[in-house]
């Protein structure tokens, strides 16, 4: 099974055109996650993805779509507690794909945790605009308490982050910090990503 190449930052795409553009700045995590495309779509989005992030040393992680990443030897997905119920899980053990997972209050935790995931992501810390939840954001403070439940699992903070709200939720006890719509909805997605990647460079430093 391939190890998970954690990063603090984290940025979710949702066209694989993206990585082509922010790869270079930095962005070594990076998970691709697309909505209502055609299958055949789909197939070719993962594997343009999956050789992007190869070429540029980065972890491609993919959304939901675990058969297609097993299809193209791909080797991380992310499964939201929905996904959880119609995965295969122990199919993609079986091809040697790692696998995060999603959860957003102590029930959907415990789940979570019974699969031995490689990360589990709790969300949202703030407000988000990528979706409506039905969870509260969870604060800083959930985040301490979560770390100290799941230990050695990589614990991945997401919703609402900027770069100084990344920079808290790893001080708080993060591993890593995911964005989506900070970056891609911004005046100007690169210099952003670069945002972000000097912001959580000075944290590891």
Known sequence: MTSFLLDPFYLIVDDAAWLERLLPLGVKLAQLRIKDRAEGELGEQVARARDL???AGAQLVVNDYWQ???DAQCDFVHLGQ???DTADVP???AHGLAIGVSAHDDAELERALSLAPDYVALGPIYPTLLKQMAFAPQGL????LW???IGEVPLVAIGGL????????LAAGADSACVMTDVLRAG???????????ATEEWRR
Do not use: N, Y
């Open 53 to 55: 992030c190869a070429a």
């Open 68 to 70: 297609i990443a097993i």
């Open 82 to 84: 929905g996904d959880l």
């Open 91 to 93: 199919a993609i053990r």
């Open 141 to 144: 403070d959930k985040i301490g």
């Open 147 to 149: 770390k100290r439940r």
């Open 162 to 169: 900027t770069p100084e709200r990344g920079r808290a939720a």
């Open 188 to 198: 100007d997605p690169s210099l952003r990503a670069r945002e972000w990647v000097e």
